[in-house]
């Protein structure tokens, strides 16, 4: 599984941060997502999985 | 169907812990409903949550209160007009993602946490304060309001010692009993003080968010009074009826849910979680997420045409049994972060990270300090704010 996150459609509303901080942090700047590890493994799955349902202008997603 | 048989919004709450009936059968009848809206014209009601989301993040939906087919829940329609800078939630696309990045850095999950010792600083003087009071006192007065209120006050850098009057303009705004001229006239007289405010940071910008702001913008060179008036004036109105009326609402509904409230007493991890249930469950404010179409856009068969509006109810969406199992069971562990409380797509809540910390604080703090603590009046003798834009308590009555 990798992560894709797409800054261009990000609105740094953060949930992906509240989510899983491990995966997610945000540019200090403007908000927008910052993926620090967008190969989760383990319980980080499922987790990436919830970050891409509740992302609100759906930067997020998964390739499996 | 004609004029006189479309249902008319806004609908007023009648049961506090539920959606109006119409709402829910909206929702069941069929996926798009026509409606009649204050200003005599119609518009598209969204109440399921798979089309509310979709809704929301569809650019082809403009925010724009400045278009002509823009559905106001009030009458007399925006009351920005006559404003020389449109605020962030009026713009779309380009302008709006600048606008938005230009402060999201003050609100990331990072910068909350930051705020947190001060947050629960003021939270504790406050229940200091209520405590040594005793007896009985009201909730809103003593605690909901003045931690958003505090909170955004100095995150902003706006004198609380005027708290008295931004926070009954912010009340006359949000009000839909007030005539439109009132309305029309407390924005007038906020962002009036708001622009006295922000001339005198522009002489001498402090440490505050204001004052960054006209320091970054000068920087690059994209710095214009109005334009921060504007932000000013958002952040300030948005930061105080909504944290105020859920901290309110939520603490009712842990006190009307001991078993649950019970368990958050046991584990302050299981409180943010519940925030989100909270926040869900009554889904406090339904109209600012009105869109207008600017070209035709099909959504669950039904084409919505350029210039129809469309008014996204997240209170129906929120209760929709098919992304929430018996919506109308308060459930504190459903998991329930995906609900849209907060809006969805471009426009979601700036403020929404600030807004779960306070909740977080306040009731972690609230009823860890203040065990006893129980209503003063039986729920059915609580006014609540049926008819207000932002749904609340007028007053909540409490002792311990």
Redesign the interface.
């Known amino acids: 599984m990798k992560i894709i996150a797409d800054t261009g459609k990000c ?5 992906c ?3 899983e ?1 491990e995966l997610f ?8 997502v910052i993926v620090l590890n967008d190969k989760p493994e383990g319980e980080l799955v499922e987790k990436a999985r ?1 970050a891409v ?2 992302c ?3 930067a997020l997603s998964l390739q499996e | 169907m004609t004029t006189a048989e479309k249902p008319v919004l806004p609908v007023a709450r009648t049961c506090p812990f539920a959606p109006p009936e119409e709402y829910t059968r909206m929702r069941e009848d069929q996926a798009l409903t026509q409606v009649s809206i204050p200003d005599g014209k119609h518009a598209w009601v969204v109440t399921r949550h798979e089309d509310a989301r979709r809704v ?2 569809d650019r082809r939906f403009s925010s724009n209160r400045f278009h002509p087919g823009y559905p106001f829940l009030v009458e007399g329609g925006n009351p920005f007009r006559g404003s020389q800078a449109r605020p962030m939630i009026s713009m779309d696309a380009a302008e709006h ?1 600048a606008a ?3 402060v ?2 003050e ?5 909350v946490d930051a705020l947190r010792p001060r947050i629960q600083e003021i939270v504790d003087g406050l229940i200091d304060d209520m405590l040594s009071i005793g007896g009985e006192v009201d909730l809103v007065d003593m605690l909901s309001l003045p931690v958003p209120s505090l909170v955004i006050c100095e995150l902003l850098g706006v004198p609380y010692e005027d708290h008295d009057f931004f926070q009954g303009n912010t009340r006359k705004f949000a009000s839909r009993d007030n005539v439109e001229e009132e309305r029309h006239a407390a924005v007038g007289r906020l962002r009036s003080y708001l622009s006295d405010l922000v001339t005198a940071k522009e002489a001498d910008p402090g440490d505050d968010l204001l004052g960054r702001q006209i320091v970054k913008l000068r920087a690059e060179g994209t710095y214009e009074h109005e334009a921060l008036v504007s932000l000013a004036f958002s952040l300030l109105v948005a930061g105080h009826e909504t944290t105020a009326n859920m901290i309110s609402l939520g603490t009712v509904a842990l006190l009307e849910n001991p078993d649950q409230l019970a368990k958050i007493q046991a584990d302050p991890g299981r409180t943010l979680p519940a925030i989100e249930e909270l926040l869900r469950y009554f889904t406090i404010v339904d109209a600012v997420t009105a869109r207008v179409a600017t070209e035709d856009v099909e959504i669950s068969g039904t084409t919505i045409r350029a210039g129809d509006g469309v008014v996204v109810l997240g209170y129906p969406a929120n209760w929709d049994p098919d992304v929430f199992a018996s919506p109308e069971r308060l459930d504190l562990e459903r998991g329930a ?2 609900h849209v409380a ?8 700036l403020g ?2 600030l807004a ?1 910390a306070e909740l977080q604080i306040v009731f972690d703090t609230l009823f860890r300090r203040i065990p006893t603590l129980k209503l003063a009046k039986p729920v059915d003798d609580l006014a609540f704010k049926d008819e207000a834009a932002i749904y609340g308590l007028y007053q909540l009555p409490v002792t311990w």
């Open positions: 609105v740094g509303a953060g949930q941060v509240l989510t901080p942090d945000q540019s200090e700047d403007d908000g927008t919830e349902n509740v609100p202008s759906q | 929301l993040n993602s938005r990045k230009s999201l850095g609100f990331t999950v990072k910068r972060r995906h907060f809006g969805f797509g471009p426009h979601q809540c929404q990270n779960r």
